[in-house]
């Protein structure tokens, strides 16, 4: 479960905008805004601290104990969303939410398929795809589970499972339409060559290139020996 809650000290900042931004992010520290239920405060996060707060073994679901500028008081947080660079993929904006922990929150949670390797359609060739990778649930913040797990060993090429097989934990409310497709195995493509047919007699008869066409017999009737 993702009951794990990590302190996490940030700063305010009075300075917005995408050149303070870039300031920030060159000194080691990420831009963010905390919302509650007042008004957003716009914060910043030193890029190590994010990190070790978001590397636990709960992820990207801990609850966040946020203190502002070490003042005392914690604000129970969780990771609203984040933004990531294209190019170098380090984190550079994150948005952090506030919550009451005795109030049921919605989360999107990864799927993890088990078993896949022993499934019947997979070692007979068969392509297990998983078309829905995250779950959408309705939890208390502290129940939100790091991830759902379905076993998938018993799949045959043409089976699927679909939302209503998923199993969660007690308290989790599953948002997605039951009948959604988690994971089916599909049978496996195959190119087939098409060989061109070749006519029986075709090409034959013919004169080649270069033969004469055989000569024409000779009409009857020519003059005969006397």
């Not at 990207?60 to 990771?79: F, K, R």
Request: aromatic share 0%.
């Amino acid at each position: 479960m993702a009951g794990e809650r990590t302190k996490l000290v940030v700063s305010a900042r009075s300075d917005t905008g995408s050149r303070e931004s870039r300031r920030l992010r060159a000194q080691g520290l990420i831009p963010g805004v905390l919302y509650g239920r007042g008004e957003p405060v716009a914060i910043t996060i030193a890029e190590r601290e994010l990190r070790r707060a978001l590397t636990g073994s709960a992820g990207l679901h801990s609850i966040l104990d946020v203190e502002i500028d070490g003042a005392g008081g914690t604000h129970a947080s969780i990771l609203k969303d984040y933004q990531v660079d294209a190019v170098r993929g380090g984190v550079t904006h994150v948005d952090l939410q506030e919550v009451r922990l005795d109030e049921t929150i919605t989360a999107s949670v990864a799927i993890h398929l088990l078993g896949g390797e022993t499934a019947p359609g997979v070692r007979e060739g068969g392509v297990l795809a998983q078309p829905l990778r995250e779950l959408s649930v309705e939890a208390l913040p502290l129940e939100v589970p790091e991830h759902v797990d379905l076993d998938v060993s018993g799949l045959a090429i043409g089976d699927s499972l679909r939302v209503s097989d998923l199993r969660a934990p007690e308290g989790v409310k599953v948002l997605d339409d039951p009948e959604t497709v988690v994971a089916t195995v599909a049978a496996p493509s195959r190119i087939v060559e098409v060989e061109e047919a070749v006519v029986e007699g075709e090409g034959e008869g013919e004169p080649g290139e270069g033969e004469a066409a055989a000569e024409p017999e000779a009409e009857a009737g020519g003059d005969a020996e006397a």
